[in-house]
């Protein structure tokens, strides 16, 4: 199983970027693709996840700014980023192995390599 993230880079405050993930070795229309963030020191933080019948969750601060979705066809998840404040600068980081969302990362055994996000201010 394989998670490639990609697009992240640096904004200035106000600016949007798309994550993608792209999976590989799992039956991706079947499992929720959730996102998670991580800064130096702290654990990983839910940001936003989508179920195989699209109901989606998000952390309460990134609502109506952060959009998740998916293609199936491509196995490929996103993260539609915009409004981006300094406080949104992480890791980001995709995983998938669940039909369900949870906020708990510690119910994820695969992980991509993470994508750095930085919103300048």
């Known amino acids: 199983v394989q998670l490639v993230e990609s697009g992240g880079g640096l904004v200035q405050t106000g600016g949007s970027l798309r994550l993608s993930c792209r999976v590989s070795g799992v039956t991706f229309s079947s499992n929720a693709m959730v996102w998670f963030r991580q800064i130096p020191g702290k654990g990983r933080e839910f940001v936003a996840g989508l179920t195989p019948g699209e109901n989606t969750d998000y952390l309460d601060s990134v609502k109506g700014r952060f959009t ?3 293609d199936n066809a491509k196995s490929t998840a996103y993260l539609q980023m915009t409004s981006l404040k300094p406080e949104d600068t992480a890791v ?5 192995g669940q039909t369900f969302v949870s906020t708990n990362p510690g119910r994820y055994d695969i992980w991509g390599q993470g994508t750095q996000v930085t919103v300048s201010s």
């Open 68 to 70: 998740v979705s998916r």
């Open 92 to 96: 980001y980081y995709c995983t998938t």
